[in-house]
């Protein structure tokens, strides 16, 4: 059962759905939970030296059957994460998609393209018969996909996208550009993002700090600690996390322990239900986030999210300068 629940967990972070339940959340188990706590400069600089070298052999592959063709338009894709088919789609390049994994159906746009993965296992029949050149997946999910594809003989080249931390989302994008031949739409989304980013922590940093938990799962109760993009989030809107300090970046926590911390605020993030299983004393202290989207993906939606959080965690507050407030988030 504890397996189960640890699986639970991880696809709540991968598929973002509003209304995930354990059976919807099946899909990223291993994936999150043999995840670093966050990314190294050596994982930076390989997503450079690959995504380098996928450029220049998707290049001449292209460049050899249609001389006259313009290699974005001939690249085909698969998609094997979520997080990867809203960025791909934010870059332009929704037609050359032609393979997504089966929890991407959230994302409306894609849909209809042909699911070529489901919770730990990749069809590889699927994937010879679409012929793509680049599949992109995320951090070290699908451990043995580069391997396996050697052995069905599939020439796909692999680019893993590797993000942990809110600043990890510049070298990611910029790479997913120039390994796609998208590198102009990847420069303006990390500029845009970071731009934003910049704005919304400095609208923040004036106002009152509070202790937030942010609760992924509460039957055994998940949450997170610094390593991970949602705590960037919290410390962007000025808030502080208690948890904080803890070892692993998805840690579990009892209600003891919980009570003992005692938040200001509690961020139910995917647990859709007007009471959570927490003391219940606390249970006022807790706010639906809506746009749970943004902070279980990072993407450009993430910053949606991010001003919501914020909003929530100042509900009604002023900064220091009288003529700067918040408009209020209606939560429940």
Known sequence: MRTFKLIALSSLLYTALASATTADSTYTAKMRLSQPSAATASNIAM???????????????????????????????????????????????????????????????????????????????????????????????????????????????????????????????????????????????????????????????????????????????YTVSENTWINDMIETCNGTNPVKSIDQAYPVIDQEYLLSLQPEIIINATVKKEKMNIPESLQSRVHILKKVDGTHRISPVTLDSNEELCQIIHLNEKTADPEQTIPATETK
């Open 47 to 221: 997503m450079k030296e690959v995504s380098e070298t996928i450029r220049q052999i998707i290049t001449k592959r292209e460049a050899n059957l249609n001389t006259e063709k313009d290699n974005l338009n001939s690249i085909k894709i698969i998609s094997l994460a979520p997080i990867v088919t809203e960025n791909l789609f934010s870059l332009g390049l929704q037609n050359n998609v032609v393979g997504i994994d089966s929890m991407s159906d959230y994302f409306k746009p894609a849909s209809k393209i042909t699911k070529v993965a489901s919770v730990d296992a990749v069809n590889y029949e699927e994937i010879i018969k679409l012929k793509p050149d680049l599949i992109v997946a995320w951090n070290n999910f699908y451990p043995n996909l580069e391997k396996d594809l050697k052995r069905y003989r599939i020439p796909a080249e692999v680019f893993r996208f590797k993000t942990e931390r809110l600043i990890d989302y510049s070298s990611a994008i910029l790479e997913l550009g120039r390994v796609t031949h998208a590198e102009d739409q990847s420069v303006k989304l990390k500029e845009n993002f970071f731009t934003r980013l910049k704005h919304i922590k400095s609208k923040y940093q004036n106002y009152p700090q509070h202790s937030v938990i942010y609760i992924l799962w509460d039957d055994p109760i």
